[in-house]
Structures are given as structure tokens and as C-alpha cells.
């Protein structure tokens, strides 16, 4: 299940990112099907870099989806991209 949810989140993300070629700061939003339901994403890119990832809204079940998305914002962030291993 936290694989499904990593992609999903990931897929979020990617869409929210896709259309961020601007070099001021940037809020973005993505949305993907969860395995809980919709999954809602807003994201801060400033100069083309991520700034901040939030989990707006999700359907997630408490203690198994929700490690994900606890987890994932802060590693993407980090990162600078969506390719995280957590």
C-alpha cells in the first residue's frame, strides 16, 4: 500500500510540477486518485527549486497511507525532485 501511495503522491507532484519553468516563486497545485480516494497537492517551486510540499486534502487511512504522506513531502523538498527513495 505505500508504494501505491508513493506513486500516487508522486504523480501528484509531477503534474503540479509539470507547467514550473518560472524563476519567481511558484504555488502549484496536482491531484491524484488515492487508495483512499482523491489526493490533493499544493507545491512551492522558488527560482526552480521546491520550497514546500503540503498534502492538502487526502482520504487516507491513519497509521498505513498517512506514513507516506508524512514522510514524502519533506524527502521531495530535500530532494529537489520526486525521485525519493523513503
Request: glycine content about 10%; proline content about 2%.
Amino acid at each position: 500500500m505505500n508504494r501505491t501511495l508513493r506513486i500516487i503522491l508522486t504523480c501528484a507532484l509531477g503534474a503540479a510540477l509539470c507547467a514550473c519553468t518560472a524563476t519567481a516563486a511558484e504555488n502549484l497545485t496536482g491531484e491524484a486518485e488515492g487508495y483512499g480516494g482523491p489526493l490533493k497537492v499544493a507545491v512551492t517551486v522558488e527560482d526552480g527549486k521546491i520550497t514546500q510540499v503540503r498534502v492538502t486534502e487526502h482520504k487516507e487511512t491513519e497509521g498505513v497511507g498517512t506514513k507516506a504522506i508524512d514522510t514524502l513531502p519533506d524527502a521531495i523538498v530535500q530532494a529537489n525532485s520526486t525521485q525519493v527513495d523513503v
